[in-house]
């Protein structure tokens, strides 16, 4: 092969790489495009996430504030240590009676649960049956908890029998054997 062909062929190469590496450069250009949108995205969520969370603590405290106030006010109704005043009637003392009842209900119900959990509800017979034999009994504890909307404690309590013992007795009558207990 003589030398001109060597530097033709040489030539050849170098055109086709430099032209292979264009195409690199450009696919690497639309990468880091698409990283950068996606880092924008990413914290734009994040943001998102950090003004539901400011939302939900500052409903949390507007909630308290709200439920001190109420106490305080019905404190002045409480029954004196003298018995019931002489002006209130029977059907004003049971509406204050219940109003105090209801509201250390609400209280204990409001502060008595974990509000690092991912829901605030309670698990009734159809979760149970959905988590046991429905369409979230293939799932993991958890996974069936975020399907439902339960927290992975109560998926967990049902599925071993700590709870909901009537729902699996009802089961294991119509034939059911539960997988989840050895």
């Avoid at 998102?48 to 504030?65: F, M």
């Avoid at 109003?99 to 698990?123: D, H």
Wanted: hydrophobic residues 35%; charged residues 30%; aromatic residues 4%.
């Amino acid at each position: 092969m003589s030398t001109e062909s060597r530097i033709h062929a040489l030539e050849e190469v170098t055109k086709e790489l430099h032209a292979r590496l264009g195409a690199v450069t450009e696919t690497l250009a639309t990468v880091a495009e698409a990283v950068n949108r996606f880092t924008e995205s990413l914290a734009e969520a994040a943001n998102s996430v950090d003004a539901l969370r400011e939302q939900l603590e500052a409903q949390i405290t507007s909630h308290a504030e709200l439920t001190d106030e109420l106490r305080g006010a019905l404190n002045g109704y409480e029954e004196p240590e003298d018995g019931v005043p002489e002006d209130e009637t029977e059907e004003q003392r049971a509406t204050r009676v219940g109003v105090l009842t209801r509201l250390s209900e609400v209280e204990s119900l409001v502060r008595g649960r974990n509000r690092s959990a991912p829901t605030k509800r309670n698990m009734t017979d159809a979760d149970a049956e959905r988590v046991l034999v429905g369409d979230v009994a293939e799932l993991g504890h958890k996974e069936a908890g975020e399907q439902v909307g339960l927290t992975y404690a109560q998926v967990y309590s049902c599925r071993l029998e700590y709870t909901f013992k009537h729902v699996h007795k009802r089961l294991r009558d119509g034939g059911w054997k539960n997988p989840f207990v050895k």
